[in-house]
């Protein structure tokens, strides 16, 4: 009876952990990831395969050089795996292998450990390692394909939203948006089929592992901006529908804007950070360079999330 | 039915009643050997009374109340005194400790003879005569604060009291003390409230009952339903914890808020447990000081139930006596003064019952897991759980890296562990904002 446990209150824990949080969102992008699969063919998922796992050795690695106990347990905690999924996620059906590496690696070597590892990054780190990406190799990250079924030679073509951005919107009209919705339009490998990511999220929103929130606003917002424009012009802008199901709106707003480490802590908060994203995607693809603006506006919001923090804390009981 | 409950944040973890519900109050043997605490109250510790070999009766004052904010302690049994000297507490510090040898036969002998009197009658006594009583009785708060009851019943004059409200929510998972205490001793109650009410002069007092103890909610109503205790009322509450918190008992049944680092009072509300109403009425009628009560022990023991133990039993001797002694005492792994989400565990099983004592709780292997913290990964579940509005990671952090200007709102938390229970991640944050709080006070000169 003398090593009887003296600890701090309260004495019971829920069984929920990180574990099973991280294999929850590993879980809801697992229909997106079969999807991708059968229509990007075995290039994708090779991609997806080396993003995972570079994620988890560099992980792993940076935990050895951090000096870090129990690799092995933490660099399988579920983090890494997110991260490399969500990387993998972000790269175009055809992009070469090394760029799976580069991405993961940027990724959690450089976005989130130097920040001093999970729960310390300011910014995703998916995101961080796509935009890398982007910006050093812009010909392999935007050659894009057309989804067929388990894809083995790829057929040249132009996502609906880079046709908008360079050839207007007649163009951008030839994709449907129920192509773009069920999945068979040209995009990066997680963003080809909405209906696999709400299918997703669904299942963390019952999960309890995100909130309502962000998605909303993300994407209300969105729609208001976009379709302003639409009403005032809708020869020259894109319906808000369209907006909304293609790109990488719905795998941004469902799966990295809602990443609870970079996102706000207070559901007030949330709003303001989905709001944000949503308002600058919109301006950066109506206005920007790029055709698509989801990551930056992502990260823009991610940087100002102390900011929001600090302005957005619940009202205390008693005041 | 209408149902009462606090809005912001709570949690409902398992139950894990029902080892111990509906178990009747048992009177276990009496022990050899008892030994009291003098530290039984929140407050200054009462000065022993008693010398060695000193021989004493049941109910005898042997600690004396040691200023305003302090209780009198009494003899849970008739016997000699052995020594006094400092003790291990079941709430982790060391207090001077009367060590008793129990005359057995004369313990049950004076201990019938409370209950074989008439029970004096109340509305004869005067507002000072019953404050009193239940001073001189050592009369504390029977929920876990153990706040001096006479302290609590005399308001500042210019507090005027319009609501007492009666904490039988229970809402700590494995306690069933309260509530076979509710279904045993329903008149003791109600005539306990009636004594509050007479001392306040208030004829509006609220019950909490949480909905998962749906006998206790209809025998107490069908008791005031007689009309022989105006002025009390059953407010059946949602099942959620912490229902039976202070602040929260009385925004879920008034709908007021406590301001932040004020007391009930400033919103005209009294709050007492329902073990403290039968305490008062056992005090006042009876003359009989708190020298036992009604203990819930549960958890990983081969009977489980509720039990009448003496102030002074042993955690040892009542685990081994009443609840036949644990399943398998090599799987257990801590042993709880409480219930698992505020309560504190023991550091032997030497240690005591005490007035505070509302269980003692076994877990083993399977139910008790002491993990290692890992990272906050800002997922809000504490922010969303906090029944005081609070940002618990924040306070946490504030805490670990020394940083007052964080922890401003840290004097705000009760301490009801929802955060630490929901956290994902096992970040220990109730202890992180423990330490918080003087480092605050420190920073702030308060």
Same mark, same amino acid.
């Given at each position: 009876?003398?090593?009887?446990?003296?600890?701090?209150?309260?004495?019971?824990?829920?069984?929920?952990?990180?574990?099973?949080?991280?294999?929850?969102?590993?879980?809801?992008?697992?229909?997106?990831?079969?999807?991708?699969?059968?229509?990007?063919?075995?290039?994708?998922?090779?991609?997806?395969?080396?993003?995972?796992?570079?994620?988890?050795? +560099?992980?792993?690695?940076?935990?050895?050089?951090?000096?870090?106990?129990?690799?092995? $347990?933490?660099?399988?905690?579920?983090?890494?795996?997110?991260?490399?999924?969500?990387?993998?996620?972000?790269?175009?059906?055809?992009?070469?292998?090394?760029?799976?590496?580069?991405?993961?690696?940027?990724?959690?070597?450089?976005?989130?450990?130097?920040?001093?590892?999970?729960?310390?990054?300011?910014?995703?780190?998916?995101?961080?390692?796509?935009?890398?990406?982007?910006?050093?190799?812009?010909?392999?990250?935007?050659?894009? +394909?057309?989804?067929?079924?388990?894809?083995?030679?790829?057929?040249?073509?132009?996502?609906?939203?880079?046709?908008?951005?360079?050839?207007?919107?007649?163009?951008? $009209?030839?994709?449907?948006?129920?192509?773009?919705?069920?999945?068979?339009?040209?995009?990066?490998?997680?963003?080809?089929?909405?209906?696999?990511?709400?299918?997703?999220?669904?299942?963390?929103?019952?999960?309890?592992?995100?909130?309502?929130?962000?998605?909303?606003?993300?994407?209300?917002?969105?729609?208001?901006?976009?379709?302003?424009?639409?009403?005032?012009?809708?020869?020259?802008?894109?319906?808000?529908?369209?907006?909304?199901?293609?790109?990488?709106?719905?795998?941004?707003?469902?799966?990295?804007? +809602?990443?609870?480490?970079?996102?706000?802590?207070?559901?007030?908060?949330?709003?303001?950070?989905?709001?944000?994203?949503?308002?600058? +995607?919109?301006?950066?693809?109506?206005?920007?360079?790029?055709?698509?603006?989801?990551?930056?506006?992502?990260?823009?919001?991610?940087?100002?999330?102390?900011?929001?923090?600090?302005?957005?804390?619940?009202?205390?009981?008693?005041? | 039915?209408?149902?009462?409950?606090?809005?912001?944040?709570?949690?409902?973890?398992?139950?894990?009643?029902?080892?111990?519900?509906?178990?009747?109050?048992?009177?276990?043997?009496?022990? #050899?050997?008892?030994?009291? #605490?003098?530290? !039984?109250?929140?407050?200054?510790?009462?000065?022993?009374?008693?010398?060695?070999?000193?021989?004493?009766?049941?109910?005898?004052?042997?600690?004396?109340? /040691?200023?305003?904010?302090?209780?009198?302690?009494?003899?849970?049994?008739?016997?000699?005194?052995?020594?006094?000297?400092?003790?291990?507490?079941?709430?982790?510090?060391?207090?001077?400790?009367?060590?008793? *040898?129990?005359?057995?036969?004369?313990?049950?002998?004076?201990?019938?003879?409370?209950?074989?009197?008439?029970?004096? /009658?109340?509305?004869?006594?005067?507002?000072?005569?019953?404050?009193?009583?239940?001073?001189?009785?050592?009369?504390?708060?029977?929920?876990?604060?153990?706040?001096?009851?006479?302290?609590?019943?005399?308001?500042?004059? /210019?507090?005027?009291?319009?609501?007492?409200?009666?904490?039988?929510?229970?809402?700590?998972?494995?306690?069933?003390?309260?509530?076979?205490?509710?279904?045993?001793?329903?008149?003791?109650?109600?005539?306990?409230?009636?004594?509050?009410?007479?001392?306040?002069?208030?004829?509006?007092?609220?019950?909490?009952?949480?909905?998962?103890?749906?006998?206790?909610?209809?025998?107490?109503?069908?008791?005031?339903?007689?009309?022989?205790?105006? %002025?009390?009322?059953?407010?059946?509450?949602?099942?959620?914890?912490?229902?039976?918190?202070?602040?929260?008992?009385?925004?879920?049944?008034?709908?007021?808020?406590?301001?932040?680092?004020?007391?009930?009072?400033?919103?005209?509300?009294?709050?007492?447990?329902?073990?403290?109403?039968?305490?008062?009425?056992?005090?006042?009628?009876?003359?009989?000081?708190?020298?036992?009560?009604?203990?819930?022990?549960?958890?990983?023991? #081969?009977?489980?139930?509720?039990?009448?133990?003496?102030?002074?039993?042993?955690?040892? !001797?009542?685990?081994?006596?009443?609840?036949?002694?644990?399943?398998?005492?090599?799987?257990?792994?801590?042993?709880? #003064?409480?219930?698992?989400?505020?309560?504190?565990?023991?550091?032997?099983?030497?240690?005591?019952?005490?007035? %505070?004592?509302?269980?003692?709780?076994?877990?083993?292997?399977?139910?008790?897991?002491?993990? /290692?913290?890992?990272?906050?990964?800002?997922?809000?579940?504490?922010?969303?759980?906090?029944?005081?509005?609070?940002?618990?990671?924040?306070?946490?952090?504030?805490?670990?890296?020394?940083?007052?200007? *964080?922890?401003?709102?840290?004097?705000?938390?009760?301490?009801?562990?929802?955060?630490?229970?929901?956290?994902?991640?096992?970040?220990?944050?109730?202890?992180?904002?423990?330490? %918080?709080?003087?480092?605050?006070?420190?920073?702030?000169?308060?």
């Amino acid at each position: 009876m003398n090593n009887i446990v003296v600890s701090s209150s309260p004495h019971l824990r829920t069984t929920d952990n990180l574990k099973r949080v991280m294999y929850d969102v590993v879980i809801a992008l697992l229909p997106a990831a079969v999807i991708s699969a059968v229509f990007f063919g075995p290039h994708a998922l090779m991609l997806m395969i080396i993003a995972v796992a570079t994620a988890v050795l +560099t992980e792993a690695l940076c935990l050895k050089i951090a000096g870090k106990s129990n690799i092995r $347990q933490t660099a399988l905690d579920g983090s890494a795996v997110v991260a490399g999924l969500l990387l993998a996620f972000n790269l175009p059906p055809t992009a070469p292998w090394w760029t799976a590496v580069i991405g993961s690696l940027v990724a959690i070597a450089i976005a989130k450990h130097t920040f001093g590892g999970l729960g310390y990054n300011l910014f995703n780190p998916a995101l961080v390692g796509r935009v890398f990406l982007l910006i050093s190799f812009p010909v392999q990250m935007t050659y894009w +394909t057309l989804p067929t079924f388990w894809q083995t030679d790829a057929v040249a073509a132009a996502t609906p939203l880079g046709a908008l951005k360079t050839d207007g919107l007649e163009a951008a $009209q030839a994709f449907t948006t129920q192509g773009n919705f069920l999945g068979t339009i040209p995009g990066c490998l997680g963003e080809v089929s909405a209906v696999a990511l709400l299918v997703g999220a669904a299942y963390l929103l019952i999960r309890k592992v995100i909130t309502w929130e962000i998605p909303v606003c993300f994407i209300g917002t969105l729609a208001v901006f976009t379709g302003i424009f639409y009403l005032v012009d809708p020869g020259k802008y894109a319906d808000p529908l369209f907006h909304i199901v293609s790109g990488g709106v719905m795998l941004g707003a469902l799966f990295m804007a +809602t990443d609870m480490v970079t996102s706000p802590l207070t559901r007030k908060g949330q709003i303001i950070f989905g709001i944000g994203c949503g308002l600058i +995607t919109g301006i950066i693809r109506l206005f920007g360079g790029y055709p698509e603006g989801v990551a930056f506006a992502i990260l823009l919001m991610n940087a100002a999330v102390p900011l929001i923090d600090r302005h957005t804390e619940v009202k205390k009981f008693g005041v | 039915m209408k149902l009462f409950t606090f809005k912001r944040g709570g949690v409902h973890p398992p139950e894990n009643k029902s080892l111990s519900e509906h178990k009747p109050v048992k009177s276990p043997e009496l022990p #050899n050997r008892i030994a009291i #605490n003098l530290n !039984q109250h929140l407050g200054k510790p009462a000065r022993p009374l008693v010398k060695k070999k000193q021989e004493i009766f049941v109910g005898e004052r042997i600690g004396e109340a /040691d200023g305003f904010i302090s209780a009198h302690v009494h003899s849970s049994v008739a016997g000699i005194v052995t020594k006094v000297e400092p003790a291990m507490t079941a709430v982790g510090i060391l207090a001077d400790t009367v060590f008793i *040898d129990v005359d057995k036969e004369k313990t049950a002998e004076e201990l019938a003879a409370f209950y074989q009197q008439t029970p004096a /009658d109340f509305t004869q006594m005067t507002t000072q005569e019953l404050v009193e009583k239940i001073k001189d009785c050592g009369i504390v708060g029977m929920g876990g604060a153990t706040f001096p009851a006479n302290v609590k019943l005399s308001p500042p004059p /210019d507090k005027k009291i319009d609501t007492i409200l009666i904490n039988g929510a229970e809402c700590e998972p494995y306690l069933t003390a309260d509530h076979q205490l509710m279904l045993e001793q329903p008149d003791a109650l109600l005539n306990g409230l009636m004594i509050i009410q007479q001392i306040l002069g208030v004829q509006n007092t609220w019950i909490g009952i949480e909905t998962n103890k749906p006998d206790a909610i209809q025998l107490l109503q069908q008791k005031t339903d007689t009309g022989r205790f105006p %002025g009390i009322q059953i407010a059946p509450l949602k099942t959620k914890y912490p229902q039976g918190g202070e602040k929260q008992l009385i925004a879920a049944v008034t709908g007021r808020e406590v301001p932040s680092g004020k007391l009930p009072f400033e919103v005209g509300c009294l709050v007492q447990n329902t073990g403290t109403a039968v305490a008062v009425y056992e005090a006042v009628c009876l003359n009989k000081p708190l020298i036992d009560r009604i203990v819930t022990i549960t958890g990983f023991v #081969n009977s489980p139930g509720n039990y009448r133990l003496p102030v002074g039993a042993t955690f040892r !001797q009542v685990i081994d006596d009443c609840a036949g002694g644990f399943r398998d005492e090599s799987r257990v792994k801590t042993v709880i #003064n409480g219930g698992p989400m505020m309560g504190k565990n023991v550091r032997n099983l030497d240690v005591a019952v005490m007035k %505070g004592t509302s269980g003692i709780l076994v877990l083993s292997d399977t139910e008790f897991h002491y993990e /290692d913290e890992g990272p906050c990964i800002r997922c809000g579940r504490c922010v969303d759980g906090c029944p005081m509005g609070l940002m618990p990671t924040k306070l946490a952090i504030g805490a670990e890296y020394n940083r007052p200007e *964080d922890l401003d709102t840290v004097m705000d938390c009760i301490e009801c562990g929802t955060c630490s229970y929901v956290c994902p991640t096992r970040r220990q944050l109730v202890h992180w904002i423990r330490l %918080g709080k003087p480092i605050f006070r420190n920073a702030s000169g308060s």
